[in-house]
T-cell receptor, first 112, second 114 residues
């Protein structure tokens, strides 16, 4: 069974204080690992897809990296508007469209 | 704006009542799904569709029905509401079977069953 564990559950940062969120996963064979951002009262918003170990993707202050067992979402010099819950999800090679397993998320709060 | 539209945003039901959560997308996506999100749990798949006329069960299908008569619409029906169905429901759609471009989610329906 595919599993996704995100840590920490919650993270509080001062504005400008860089940090990383962790997503550990177990999957029979990885087709893709996804990062989403979810604001309160809204649906998740797609950020990145990573496919293979060593791959990196960036968007503004966010950089996602992937190893064979985990992914990191690095947040550089965060701003208050980066406050949100960040979700990680994995899709296995042997699954169809629907076989995506989501983690429970990391709630990030950036304080001015 | 193009995207996934869910209605209603909020709903309170009494135990035993039925209702339909509406979901519509205007991106011509073939793939659509319904998820529920509960505190401390990841998004869990209820039902999904890979095209008009084709639906299948996800992880937690009991108590819910779906149909997909058009590409655009994918309603979720609660047959006889129970307090355990209190949750936030999200509809999602995707262009790609492999999710290369991720899912586009609606803004959710917060359902309370009393």
């Amino acid at each position: 069974e595919d599993q996704v564990t995100q840590s920490p559950e919650a993270l509080r940062l001062q504005e400008g204080e860089s940090s990383s969120l962790n997503c550990s996963y177990t999957v029979s064979g990885l087709r893709g690992l996804f990062w989403y951002r979810q604001d309160p009262g809204k649906g998740p918003e797609f950020l990145f897809t990573l496919y293979s170990a060593g791959e990196e993707k960036e968007k503004e202050r966010l950089k996602a990296t992937l190893t064979k067992k985990e992914s990191f979402l690095h947040i550089t010099a965060p701003k208050p508007e980066d406050s949100a819950t960040y979700l990680c999800a994995v899709q296995p090679n042997d699954g169809g469209y629907q076989k995506v397993t989501f983690g429970t998320g990391t709630k990030l709060q950036v304080i001015p | 704006n193009a995207g996934v539209t869910q209605t209603p945003k909020f709903q309170v039901l009494k135990t035993g009542q039925s209702m339909t959560l509406q979901c519509a997308q205007d991106m011509n996506h073939e793939y659509m799904s319904w998820y529920r999100q509960d505190p401390g749990m990841g998004l869990r798949l209820i039902h999904y569709s890979v095209g008009a006329g084709i639906t299948d069960q996800g992880e937690v299908p009991n108590g819910y029905n779906v149909s997909r008569s058009t590409t655009e619409d994918f309603p979720l029906r609660l047959l006889s509401a129970a307090p355990s169905q209190t949750s936030v429901y999200f509809c999602a759609s995707s262009y790609s079977r492999t999710g290369n471009y991720g899912y586009t989610f609606g803004s959710g329906t917060r359902l309370t069953v009393v």
